[in-house]
C-alpha cells in the first residue's frame, strides 16, 4: 500500500514525497490536486482532513484516520471483488470524501486509476473500459445523451453512482444495462457508502442493503442511525428518514430538514421532486416560503432550460394536491454544492430574495 499506479504507470511512496512526479502532477489543475492528496496521504501522520459537503448547511472539516478509511475501502473491494490491475476511472473533484475514496480504493487494492477532469460529460474523450467507476446522477444522466458515450458507460464493469438521488426516469433508462449498476448510500461521517442498491437487470431492488459490518437502527424520529465500528468510534446519527425492513434493508423517505409544513401538513422536499423529476430539463430544487394562512409554501426552482408551461401542467397533476408546488421561479441557475448536490441553504435563501 505505499505505492499507486495511475493510467499505467506505478509511483511510489518515496516518489511522490520528494517531488510532483513527472507525468502528471502538472499535466491538469486536476492532477495536480490529486498529487497534493497523494502527498498527504503519503506524509508519516496518520490521519488525513476530510470536508463534508454542505448541502444543508456550512461544509465542515473532519479529521479521520487513514486506517479508516483504508478499511472503508476493503469493504467495497471486498464486495466488487476488485482485484490488482483492474481498472478504475476518477472522475470526481478531489475536495469531497467520493473523489478522495476513489484513489483509497486504488491504493488498498492496487487498482490503475485513470484520472479524468470532473465534468459532465467523463466518458467523452476517453475509450479505455474499466472495470470500477463512480458517478454522481448528472454525469450519468449527460453521458446518456450520446450514444458513444452511453455505449462506454455499458462497457464499465461494475459502476457505482452516488452523491444524490438515482430517480425513476434514470433507473428506467438503465434498467437494461448489461453490467453491474449500483446506487449508494453513505456520507462523509460514513467514509463514503456503507450501503448499496442494484438499480438495473434481475437483481434490481428498491431498498438499500447494507456491507457486511454495518449496523442499522432507526432513531425515535425514525432518523437512521448508523454503527459501522470500523470506520467510525461512534453510531453515525443522521438526518434521513427511513424505512426499515426486518431483514436489515431500508429505504430513504427524504431527509428531516427537509420536510416543508404547509396548511399543518408534513410534505418531504425529495417526494415533490421524485414527482416533478421526469417533466422538468436541467437542474430544479424545491423549497419554501413564509405563507400567511398555510405556514409554508411550497416553492419550485427551475432554470432557464424548462419549459414553464410543460412545468405548470406537471405541477397540476401531482397528486394527492397538497405536494403542488404554490409557486414556480425561473431562475439562472439552481445553487448547487461543490460535490453537486442540491445547496438546500442557498436555495432557500434564493426562494425568498424572488419572493419578497
Not at 490536486?33 to 497523494?38: A, C, D, I, K, P
Request: hydrophobic share 40%.
Amino acid at each position: 500500500m505505499d505505492e499507486l499506479c495511475i493510467s499505467g504507470i506505478t509511483y511510489n511512496r518515496d516518489e511522490i514525497l520528494r517531488d510532483p512526479p513527472a507525468g502528471f502532477a502538472s499535466e491538469t489543475p486536476f492532477h495536480h490536486q490529486l498529487y497534493l492528496f497523494l502527498k498527504e496521504w503519503f506524509s508519516p501522520s496518520s490521519t488525513i482532513r476530510l470536508h463534508t459537503s454542505g448541502s444543508t448547511g456550512v461544509p465542515k472539516e473532519i479529521t479521520v484516520l487513514k486506517e479508516q478509511l483504508l478499511q472503508s475501502a476493503k469493504m467495497t473491494c471486498d464486495f466488487f471483488q476488485l482485484k490488482r490491475g483492474d481498472r478504475a476511472l476518477l472522475c470526481l473533484p478531489l475536495d469531497y470524501i467520493a473523489g478522495k475514496m476513489m484513489v483509497v480504493r486504488a491504493i488498498y487494492a492496487g487498482l490503475n486509476l485513470y484520472p479524468v477532469e470532473p465534468s459532465g460529460h467523463p466518458l467523452a474523450e476517453r475509450a479505455l473500459s474499466y472495470d470500477f467507476a463512480a458517478m454522481v446522477p448528472l454525469q450519468v444522466c449527460n453521458t446518456l445523451q450520446s450514444e458513444e458515450e452511453k455505449k462506454r458507460l455499458s462497457q464499465i464493469r461494475q459502476l457505482i453512482i452516488g452523491g444524490g438521488a438515482v430517480d425513476e426516469e434514470l433507473q428506467e433508462a438503465l434498467k437494461g444495462f448489461p453490467n453491474d449498476i449500483y446506487s449508494t448510500y453513505g456520507m462523509t461521517e460514513t467514509l463514503s457508502h456503507i450501503a448499496l442498491r442494484r438499480i438495473n437487470g434481475v437483481e434490481a431492488e428498491s431498498y438499500y442493503t447494507p456491507l457486511p459490518g454495518v449496523g442499522i437502527s432507526v432513531s425515535e424520529e425514525n432518523t437512521l442511525i448508523a454503527d459501522v465500528p470500523l470506520v467510525s468510534d461512534v453510531p453515525v446519527a443522521t438526518n434521513d428518514i427511513v424505512v426499515i425492513r426486518e431483514d436489515g434493508t431500508f429505504r430513504i423517505i427524504g431527509r428531516r430538514d427537509n420536510v416543508i409544513n404547509s396548511g399543518g401538513i408534513k410534505v418531504q422536499t425529495e417526494e415533490v421532486e421524485e414527482k416533478l423529476g421526469p417533466f422538468i430539463n436541467g437542474n430544479y430544487a424545491v423549497t419554501s416560503l413564509p405563507h400567511p394562512k398555510l405556514g409554508q409554501a411550497i416553492v419550485l426552482l427551475i432554470e432557464p432550460a424548462a419549459d414553464p408551461e410543460v412545468v405548470r401542467k406537471a405541477v397540476k397533476q401531482i397528486r394527492p394536491r397538497y405536494l403542488q408546488p404554490l409557486h414556480i421561479f425561473t431562475v439562472k441557475a439552481v445553487p448547487l454544492t461543490g460535490s453537486g448536490k442540491i445547496d438546500r441553504t442557498a436555495t432557500l435563501k434564493l426562494a425568498k430574495e424572488i419572493g419578497l
